[in-house]
C-alpha cells in the first residue's frame, strides 16, 4: 500500500509561501529564501502579519533552520573543517582546524548549569557589616586616580 508522503508545510497552499518556507528551512537567511521563492523579501513580513497559518509554519522553518546551524557549529566545533593550505598559489594540502569558541558555546547551550559564568560579590564581612565605609571607598578610588596621573 503505497502513503502519499506528507510535507513539512502541507497546511500551507500557496505555492510562493511553500517555496519561501521551504527555503527558509534549507538556507536559514530571509533575502536568499525570497530571492529562491521569487518574491519580495517584505512580501514575507506582509504573510507573517497577514495569515496566521503562515507565521506558525514559518515558526517550524526557523527551528528547522536553527537546528540546522547548531549543527554545523557542533561539527566544526567537534570534527574541524578541513582548510587548504598553498604554496606559490596552488593548494599543497589541508588542515584540520577546530573551533574552541563554537564548543564553548555548544557546551554552555548543552549544559548551562555546568558551564554558565560565576562571578559572586561580597559587600560586607563576615558579620555582615560593610568591609569599609563610603568614605575610605572614595579616597581609595581617588588614589587611583592620581596615580595615573
Do not use: N
Amino acid at each position: 500500500m503505497s502513503q502519499k508522503r506528507q510535507s513539512l508545510f502541507d497546511g500551507i497552499q500557496h505555492p510562493k509561501k511553500r517555496a519561501f518556507l521551504a527555503a527558509y528551512a534549507h538556507l536559514g537567511l530571509i533575502t536568499r529564501a525570497a530571492r529562491a521563492a521569487q518574491i519580495d523579501r517584505t512580501t514575507h513580513f506582509i504573510w507573517i502579519k497577514e495569515d496566521p497559518d503562515y507565521a506558525a509554519a514559518f515558526e517550524e522553518a526557523r527551528q528547522i533552520a536553527h537546528a540546522a546551524l547548531e549543527d554545523s557549529a557542533i561539527q566544526r566545533a567537534r570534527y574541524g573543517i578541513d582548510k587548504p593550505v598553498f604554496h606559490q598559489g596552488k593548494i599543497c594540502g589541508y588542515v584540520r582546524e577546530y573551533s574552541d569558541t563554537l564548543l564553548i558555546f555548544a557546551l554552555k547551550g548543552a549544559m548551562p548549569d555546568k558551564y554558565r559564568e560565576r562571578a559572586s560579590f561580597e559587600h560586607t564581612g563576615k558579620d555582615g557589616k560593610p568591609l569599609m565605609d563610603v568614605a575610605t571607598a572614595r579616597a581609595l578610588l581617588h588614589s587611583f586616580d592620581d596615580d595615573t596621573a
